[in-house]
């Protein structure tokens, strides 16, 4: 929202506090290539991280081996993770899909200059 009000009103920049997509060093290419590292650190994947840690605590405590509790965790966090992967191509397929539909321009609204800019 900060970049389009950037973007489309230059005087308010000024009062735009956070940075805008356009400001250099917001987003690297790691952010993009490294999707899994990403997730495991946003929001959902922090609620996946305690999903399987609470898990991970009941098998524990319910006496259950502590390797058993270890996979456990493993297994519901990567599967949390793929579904946080599995739902983002969906909808970014579902966003392409509304782009095309409605003949809108495929044209970024942050330019890509080669410098990390908009990348």
Do not use: K
């Not at 524990?60 to 965790?73: E, S």
């Not at 969906?90 to 609204?109: C, F, K, M, W, Y």
């Amino acid at each position: 929202m900060r970049t389009y009000l950037a973007e489309r009103a230059p005087e308010v920049r000024a009062y735009l506090f956070l940075p805008t997509l356009t400001d250099r060093g917001v987003l690297s290419s790691a952010y993009r290539t490294h999707r899994w590292r990403r997730d495991m650190v946003s929001l959902a994947g922090t609620v996946g991280l305690i999903n399987s840690t609470l898990l991970t605590l009941a098998i524990v405590l319910l006496g259950g081996h502590p390797i058993v509790a270890g996979v456990a965790f493993l297994v519901t966090f990567a599967g949390q993770i793929g579904y946080l992967q599995r739902r983002g191509r969906r909808t970014h397929a579902d966003i392409v899909a509304v782009v095309a539909q409605r003949g809108l321009s495929e044209e970024p609204l942050v330019p890509r200059d080669g410098r990390r800019v908009g990348e």
